[in-house]
Each structure stands twice: as structure tokens, then as C-alpha cells.
């Protein structure tokens, strides 16, 4: 989501609930009311039935369509065509490290690259884009993040997996990138490299009451600056962890756009 929707989103303001259906008054008798439940079913059946068929399809159909339009319309004019490649993705893909796989309407990202006999596999989702840089305080205004110099970037979780073609298993790494810097969270070693790297449901069950490793924390910290220097020279580093989350923002940008056209379509027709 935008930071520039986030904002519209916040300064709308609160409407009051419509009631879907009005009280009438009901004349009484002997301090009963004359109308039955039954004939008031009835009328209101008809109510429905009636307008139902008048409009065709729906009565709301063509006011919501206006303002998917306008929402529409309005997410073109602020973020641009879907078509232009924004320069922090031409800059990334210049340097030619790191191959991009995402599949349109999904929320994962794949990076991946070879580092000697290495293949690293880098997992990211659009799911886990927040505010993290403009923050909503309790009157809905925007703070504005005093030392904002990197651009935009949010708290994501990443898992990183690293295999060798010579070795039976591989090494799986829970991240969060925060700040433009990667936390790592813990270190698994899988035994079966198709176990710890097969994105399946079978693959997810094996995983499941395995030894994940002790919390990265805990280790020793002459051997926790040992990983981040082993991360760091793979590329793990402070560059691509301010192009995650801007490519995270990018890509949730554009799958919006695309849903707010198919569920347009879908209503118009």
C-alpha cells in the first residue's frame, strides 16, 4: 500500500452506519400491533424482488463501479503507468547479481543468485509491507520520520535458503530486514536440501517438529559477526536490504492497481 493511500485513507472522515431497512411505525390495537411478522416478510419481499428486477442486476452495482473507477483512476495519476520501471529497480537490475522471479496476482518474490558453487534463494512477500517511515498518530496525522534519507522502508521477513551441489543438505535462514539492515532471526540445517527448500505442502509437514536451530541471539557473539560477515560478502547487505521493501512497496502498488481493474470488471459485467 502506498504511503500516499495510507494517508487519503486516514483523513476520510467517519460517516455514520446506514440502516439497511427503516422502522415503521405500527398502529396498535388493545396495545397489540395489527401488522404480523408474516405480512411484514411479505412486504419487504416484495420491496426487494421489485427494485432487484427493475435495475437488472443490482442497485449498487453502478455507484460501486464509479468509485472503483475513481479509486482507479486516482492510483494511475499519483503512482504512475504500471508499464514505467521505476530507477531504483533499473539501478538494481544494472548490476546484474541477483535474477527478480514474481508471478502476477501472488505475493512472494524470489531473488536469487550463484556465489561460487552456492545457489542462494532469497523469499520475500508483499503481505508484510507496512508504514513503517510515516507513522499515524492517535488525531490521524502524519509523523514525519526525522531521519528519513534511504527512501521507504518497512519491516519485512525474508528466508533465505543455501544450497551446494555437493552436499546433501542446505542451510535456512529466518530474517526480518528493518531499516535497511538484515536481522537474522535463526539458522536451520536441513539434512535433505528438498526438504528445506521445496516450496509443498508435503515439504512443509516434513519441517514440521524438526530441530530448527537455537535463536541467533543466543550464539556467541564472536560467531554471530562471523554470519553477518559471511551474509555481507553473498550480497546480504545493506544495499539489498533497502531494495526489498522498496520493491515489496512496487510490486503491492501495482498488484492494487490490477485488482481494483478486475473487480470493476467483474462488477460491470
Request: negative net charge.
Amino acid at each position: 500500500m502506498s504511503a500516499i493511500r495510507a494517508i487519503r485513507q486516514v483523513a476520510v472522515p467517519l460517516v455514520a452506519r446506514r440502516t439497511l431497512c427503516t422502522a415503521t411505525a405500527v398502529p396498535r390495537v388493545g396495545g397489540m400491533r395489527v401488522a404480523s411478522l408474516a405480512s411484514s416478510r411479505v412486504i419487504a419481499s416484495r420491496g426487494f424482488m421489485s427494485s432487484a428486477k427493475r435495475f437488472g442486476e443490482g442497485s449498487t452495482d453502478v455507484t460501486l463501479s464509479q468509485k472503483l473507477q475513481e479509486e482507479l483512476n486516482y492510483e494511475k495519476e499519483t503512482g504512475g503507468s504500471l508499464e514505467d520501471v521505476p530507477q531504483f529497480l533499473k539501478d538494481f537490475k544494472s548490476h546484474d547479481v541477483w535474477t527478480i522471479e514474481e508471478t502476477p496476482s501472488h505475493d512472494e518474490v524470489t531473488l536469487s543468485r550463484k556465489f561460487g558453487n552456492e545457489s542462494l534463494r532469497l523469499i520475500f512477500s508483499t503481505g508484510d509491507v507496512q508504514q513503517a517511515e510515516d507513522e499515524f498518530n492517535e488525531d490521524g496525522e502524519v509523523a514525519e520520520n526525522e531521519d528519513d534519507d534511504t527512501g521507504s522502508l518497512y519491516p519485512l521477513r525474508a528466508s533465505l535458503t543455501l544450497t551446494k551441489p555437493n552436499v546433501p543438505g542446505c542451510l535456512n535462514l529466518d530474517l526480518m530486514i528493518q531499516d535497511g539492515s538484515f536481522v537474522v532471526d535463526n539458522i536451520s540445517y536441513y539434512d535433505d536440501a528438498k526438504v528445506g527448500t521445496e516450496l509443498t505442502a508435503e515439504a512443509d509437514w516434513k519441517r514440521r517438529g524438526l530441530y530448527i536451530g537455537p535463536q541467533f541471539d543466543t550464539l556467541d557473539v564472536a560467531v554471530q559477526d562471523e554470519f553477518d560477515h559471511f551474509l555481507q560478502e553473498r550480497g546480504i547487505d545493506s544495499s539489498l536490504g533497502q531494495f526489498i521493501p522498496q520493491y515489496a512497496e512496487y510490486k503491492e502498488q501495482r498488484e492494487y492497481v490490477n485488482w481494483l481493474g478486475k473487480v470493476k470488471s467483474f462488477i460491470d459485467n
